[in-house]
């Protein structure tokens, strides 16, 4: 579960937009991470998968508020994947149940602190009580303005472009109204802006079926620490590393979007 520990909360941004402070150019507005390495962890210190899942989850609220205080509006993190189906019965149950365990503990707190929760992934194959929890965290947090946090919860980046088309041609859209902007309208993402930085810890080098279109042209970013490991140095690390980017787009350098 998320870490239960008396800490600061996260700061609320003032609801004025006159009022808010522009992010800086070198503060990404979305950050993405593939958190990976709880397994890897867990082995490491002689304990069980579960444990080791339990402790990278744990460190979601630590890495939230670090994230939050640094001015990153939007955070969405790879949870669950829908090829992680395929792993043991054994672990997916406990994924599920440390799920359930965080919703039901988490939620009100988060609102309380001004967090937006959504979900973005599949909903109809999770456990009922899980699925309940997350509908319920979300209704609950609709409207507050601090950091987003997307959970990608059973997700995966090439169903959800599938599941988009399937939408598309069941609304029989004709084919010349068919652009870029109109599949953003259909993917899980579509009121999300796209990711700037995409952060994969435990050294991995793939974006294992994550969010494949939205990060066209994300900046990249890959650690060797493994989540549960993952803190605010490595928050700053990442966006000294980001700051440091010149984003293109495929244009020639200096040329205007």
């Keep these: 579960m998320i870490s239960q520990t008396s800490e600061p909360s996260i700061s609320k941004p003032s609801t004025d937009v006159a009022e808010q402070k522009p992010i800086r150019s070198s503060v990404p507005n979305h950050v993405a991470i593939i958190m990976d390495g709880n397994g890897r962890w867990a082995s490491e210190h002689c304990l069980s998968r579960t444990d080791g899942h339990r402790a990278g989850t744990e460190n979601i609220r630590r890495i939230l508020r670090a994230f939050s205080d640094r001015g990153v509006r939007y955070l969405t993190l790879y949870a669950f994947s829908t090829e992680n189906w395929e792993r ?116 991995e080098m793939r974006l294992s079926n994550f969010l494949l279109w939205q990060a066209a042209y994300a900046e990249y970013y890959s650690t060797s620490t493994f989540w549960p490991d993952f803190d605010e140095l490595d928050v700053d690390k990442a966006l000294e590393a980001y700051g440091q980017r010149r984003r293109k787009y495929g244009r020639v350098e200096g040329q205007q979007p």
């Design 88 to 203: 043991p019965t054994e672990e997916v149950r406990a994924l599920m149940l440390i799920m359930q365990e965080v919703i039901l503990t988490e939620a009100e707190r988060l609102h309380g602190e001004g967090v937006r929760l959504v979900h973005i992934g599949r909903l109809d194959r999770l456990p009922a009580e899980v699925r309940q929890g997350i509908l319920d965290a979300i209704e609950m947090t609709k409207d507050n303005t601090g950091i987003t946090v997307a959970l990608a919860y059973d997700y995966g980046g090439r169903s959800e472009i599938v599941e988009a088309v399937k939408a598309m041609v069941a609304e029989k859209i004709p084919v010349d109204q068919i652009d870029e902007q109109l599949i953003d309208r259909y993917l899980y993402t579509a009121d999300l802006p796209d990711p700037d930085l995409v952060i994969r810890t435990a050294g």
